[in-house]
Nanobody
Framework: QVRLVESGGGLVQSGGSLRLSCTAS????????MGWYREAPGKERELVAV???????HIQDSVKDRFTISRDGATNTVVLQMNNLKPEDTAVYYC???????????????WGQGTQVTVSS
């Protein structure tokens, strides 16, 4: 069984920074992409940033000059550094990873429980 545990959300003023971290654990054989999604009230869940096993990244246009994503393969951890936060960044942020576990023959998506990010104006 695979588990994703997130940390680092909270309340911050506009212009502030937060660092979200997510660690995958369990019977992990391999991990492809790891990334972050967010879901604001009344809106659909959207991709924020993703980093692939080789290190290539994709970051949503609306945040790419403020957010960075990084990954530590040794600890199966993905980090989203968010700077110059704006009220429109307020959402629940979910970690996502494409994982092959030892009991399976194919990769499947796993999700964290979500962490709230609130940016006050």
């Amino acid at each position: 069984q695979v588990r994703l545990v997130e940390s680092g959300g909270g309340l911050v003023q506009s212009g502030g920074s937060l660092r979200l971290s997510c660690t995958a654990s369990g019977s992990i054989s391999n991990i492809n992409a790891m990334g972050w999604y967010r879901e604001a009230p009344g809106k659909e869940r959207e991709l924020v940033a993703v980093i692939r096993r080789g290190g290539t990244t994709h970051i949503q246009d609306s945040v790419k000059d403020r957010f960075t994503i990084s990954r530590d393969g040794a600890t199966n951890t993905v980090v989203l550094q968010m700077n110059n936060l704006k009220p429109e960044d307020t959402a629940v942020y979910y970690c996502n990873a494409d994982i092959l576990d030892y009991s399976s023959s194919s990769f499947s998506a796993s999700w964290g429980q979500g962490t709230q990010v609130t940016v006050s104006s």
